[in-house]
């Protein structure tokens, strides 16, 4: 039961982990471009797209190199070094520089690379045929949460705004540093199972070669038939943590409350995360529901979700920061209409 209860215990403090360091990185990014457009400072010349952009474009290059990276160092240490990385990122909106900025979207996208490896390898090695099922879910209920709480502050403070001051910018991402820097730490608590000793061995020589196989399983037919579904999960993924916020912060019609609704966007897309994760896992469990058939569910929702895009945003929200000279969309935006988006 002991070498049981390290594993949980293991499994916890890792979600609470990435609760903290995604509360602060989701966060960050769902509201970077809209702060880098109000930063008064005519010498910085950064965007927050081109950042997200070089981010997820080094973490895809750096996956082939991750698993070398983990076993030499371990998973968890390999976790700290990238928490650190992250909370590099953050700290760079306190003071901003363009070099700074691209240089931390760099290291952070390597720093994503390892730390979803690290991740993968260690609740794998605290976890048994009988409990990955549970273990997977604790972990993904804890890390669907980051989406919540850094949003919220995000509405409180920025209700009614119509700029973000230099202050209320330093506060936010202290915050966010701070809580970076927490879930870090926690990485430090976790420890060795008899059950992770056992498969040290097993597993070492398994991620040396990890790296040629990724490259076996390019070739693959099943690999090249979703391939265009991972390169459309990547689009998706750009437009609701970067650009759909901040198109709704461009959004003339919303005056005052434009800025303020960034936050609110990303609780409910938070929400609609968790509460969906939990309905098409009860449907997979449905005898009279396949995975495709959740697939397609997910498709129609995206049909609807991008039509009504379509007519409620105006086209230049994207890149437009003064609201006054955005053009007016098919429709009058409404606060519900994008909650249900």
């Known amino acids: 039961y002991f070498p049981r209860g390290i594993r949980t215990f293991n499994v916890v403090i890792l979600g609470v982990g990435f609760l903290f360091i995604f509360t602060a990185f989701t966060t960050c990014g769902n509201v970077e471009q809209t702060v880098v457009k109000s930063l008064g400072n005519s010498t910085f010349t950064g965007s927050g797209y081109h950042s997200l952009g ?47 900025f691209y240089l931390t979207s760099v290291l952070i996208g390597i720093g994503a690379a390892m730390l979803w490896t690290a991740q993968g390898q260690f609740l794998v090695e605290n976890s048994e045929a ?49 809580i970076s820097i927490l879930g870090t730490l926690s990485f430090l608590v976790l420890r060795k199972s008899h059950h ?23 070739k693959t037919k099943t690999t090249l038939l979703l391939s265009p579904c991972m390169a459309y999960s990547g689009l998706e993924l750009s437009f609701y943590s970067g650009v759909y916020g901040t198109c709704i912060g461009a959004t003339a019609q919303f005056a ?20 969906g994760g939990g309905l098409f896992g009860l449907l997979c469990k ?16 995206h049909f609807v979700a991008f039509y009504l895009i379509f007519l409620n945003i105006p086209d230049d929200a994207p890149i437009v920061f003064e609201t006054t000279s955005l053009k007016k969309p098919y429709l009058t935006p409404r606060y519900p209409v994008f909650m249900i988006i």
């Open 256 to 275: 005052e409350a434009a800025k303020g609704l960034i936050g609110i966007s990303g609780i409910v897309v938070g929400i609609g995360e968790i509460v």
């Open 286 to 301: 449905n005898s009279r529901f396949r995975r495709t058939s959740v697939v397609f569910l997910g498709m129609v929702a």
């Open 196 to 218: 992770e000793e056992e498969m040290l061995s097993e597993e070492e020589g398994q991620s040396l070669l990890s790296t040629q196989t990724i490259l076996q399983l390019l």
């Open 54 to 100: 070089i981010i997820y474009g080094v973490f895809s290059f750096s996956n082939l190199l991750a698993p070398m990276i983990v076993t030499v160092i371990g998973p968890k240490f390999t976790m700290f070094l990238s928490g650190l990385l992250y909370s590099g990122y953050i700290a760079m909106f306190i003071v901003p520089s363009t070099w700074s």
């Open 130 to 178: 009988s409990t990955i099922n549970r273990n997977t879910g604790m972990f993904w209920a804890l890390l669907q949460c980051s989406m919540l709480f850094g949003n919220l502050y995000i509405y409180f403070d920025w209700n009614g705004r119509t700029e973000i001051p230099d202050n209320s910018r330093r506060n936010i991402f202290l915050s966010l540093l701070v």
